[in-house]
């Protein structure tokens, strides 16, 4: 009785095995290429990012961006003395690279806003950057609701990095005042910037010192998001670091030195040399980990999922309210 039952069992078994693979043939439809063909159609079309840098002069704005992008982006910038900067008002620039890395394009903006933080008097010195920011979501909003929508150009904002002096004891009231202004209208991300005007110890507690004052002030900086429980180890230990690792303490440097035998970007002290990418020395590496090779989307669908959308919920609201008191 055993055996026959055990070779009618493994006929059937076979016959299965061999009824699957032909139903998982004639099933098989191609979808699963399609995470390949928006991969070719995003590489094809390119993409887009726009960083807004702040920040009083001479905290090393421009230095920090050439480093990030290895570019120079200031050729023809032209610093002012002291007379002139008395009566100068804070303006706001633009400056648009084309970057091409193994075949991927990045077309650049960077948003400069010189003056700010430099008059004797800074009441409101903000106001021109927040309008600014406003200016882009309205544009973009205009042609969102018009009749060409397939050539929309996305210039808003999607992240600013504040640059924090190193001197002081954390955050000035116009840092707040700041950020303040501009937390809910763009992804802020505080730097601190020529670290390595501080000891170890020192830059520790001014990290400290900065972290508990925008928790205390509700100012809302940029969050990283949580990592799925499929991510690699490698991404989840790299993000655990960016978390802890706020605000950055960063260097910039474009000049190269010879340090160890090796030819490093840093700056040469009396003391030693500066390393820019030693993360030892500076938070560079993690700044650039995160804002190119790791975050440049989720900062994108952030500019675009909530403070877009917010602005645009806010029209919407008032349009109708427009309407309804007119009738």
């Known amino acids: 009785i055993f055996i026959p039952l055990l070779s009618h069992t493994l006929y059937l078994w076979e016959n299965f095995n061999v009824l699957t693979c032909v139903f998982q043939d004639k099933q098989y439809v191609g979808f699963a290429t399609l ?90 010195c903000w106001k021109p950057i ?82 508990d004052e925008i928790e205390h002030f509700g100012i809302k900086v940029y969050q990283f998001p949580e990592c799925d429980s499929d991510e690699e180890e490698e991404f989840k230990q790299m993000d655990k670091e960016l978390k802890e690792c706020t605000p950055f303490a960063v260097i910039g440097s474009n000049t190269v030195v010879e340090a160890r035998g090796q030819r490093v970007r840093g700056r040469l002290y009396p003391w030693g040399i500066v390393e820019v990418e030693n993360q030892s020395h500076c938070d560079f590496v993690k700044l650039r980990n995160m804002l190119i090779r790791s975050h440049m989307h989720d900062l994108k669908d952030v500019t675009c999922d909530v403070h877009y959308e917010n602005y645009r919920a806010n029209c919407i609201q008032e349009m109708t309210r427009c309407v309804t008191f007119t009738e």
């Open 130 to 211: 927040t309008d600014y920011v406003d200016q882009q979501f309205e544009q973009y909003f205009r042609d969102e609701s018009g009749l060409n929508r397939k050539n929309i150009l996305d210039n808003r904002v999607h992240c600013c990095l504040y640059f924090i002096p190193p001197f002081g004891h954390g955050l000035r009231p116009v840092d707040v005042e700041f950020m303040k202004a501009l937390h809910e209208k763009v992804n802020i991300i505080p730097l601190i910037s020529k670290a390595d005007c501080l000891t170890p110890n020192e830059v520790k507690k001014l990290k400290g010192r900065v972290r």
């Open 35 to 124: 995470p390949n063909q928006v991969h070719r159609k995003s590489v094809k079309k390119g993409f887009d990012f726009t960083l807004m840098v702040a920040g009083e002069s001479g905290l090393g704005k421009s230095t920090l961006v050439n480093s990030l992008f290895l570019t120079d982006l200031y050729k023809d910038r032209k610093l002012l003395n002291a007379e002139e900067r008395i009566n100068q008002t804070v303006e706001i620039t633009k400056h648009t690279v084309d970057i091409e890395e193994k075949g991927v394009k990045l077309k650049l903006t960077i948003v400069d806003t010189p003056g700010f933080g430099d008059a004797v008097n800074n009441n409101e």
